[in-house]
């Protein structure tokens, strides 16, 4: 599968900005679909995941109540709602696939086999 991530920006401390993955080459199924950042000189950090056959959903600490990730059957898609955005949110995001959830996995990167190119997130005034 081929992952194309989209709905990066510039947004103000507060904000919101909704991201998106769309999937190419096969149908999401039973794939778990994940959200990871990246800022320099850090290791990548997951974000939320969701299972596409059952929509169950997991999500870091750091952005649960704010961040929520859906899916969009129809279109092969995942999104990743982003709302009241910190400056620490910042990063370069990036969607990845896996093409069968992992029980009690889903939250490291070598979990996933399939990865997009990032989209940056830039939280500023």
């Known amino acids: 599968v081929q992952l194309q991530a989209s709905g990066g920006g510039l947004v103000q401390p507060g904000g919101s900005l909704r991201l998106s993955c769309v999937g190419s080459g096969d149908t999401f199924g039973n794939y778990g679909i994940g959200w990871f950042r990246q800022v320099p000189g850090k290791e990548r950090e997951f974000v939320a995941a969701?299972?596409?056959?059952?929509?169950?959903?997991l999500y870091a600490d750091s952005v649960k109540g704010r961040f929520t990730i859906s899916r969009e059957r129809a279109k092969n898609t995942a999104h990743l709602q982003m709302n009241s955005l910190k400056a620490e949110d910042m990063a370069v995001y990036y969607c990845?696939?896996?093409?069968?959830?992992?029980?009690?996995?889903?939250?490291?990167?070598?979990?996933?086999?399939?990865w997009g190119q990032g989209t940056l997130v830039t939280v500023s005034s």
């Open positions: 990845a696939a896996r093409s069968r959830w992992l029980v009690g996995g889903m939250t490291k990167a070598p979990d996933y086999d399939y």
């Open positions: 969701i299972r596409w056959s059952t929509g169950a959903t």
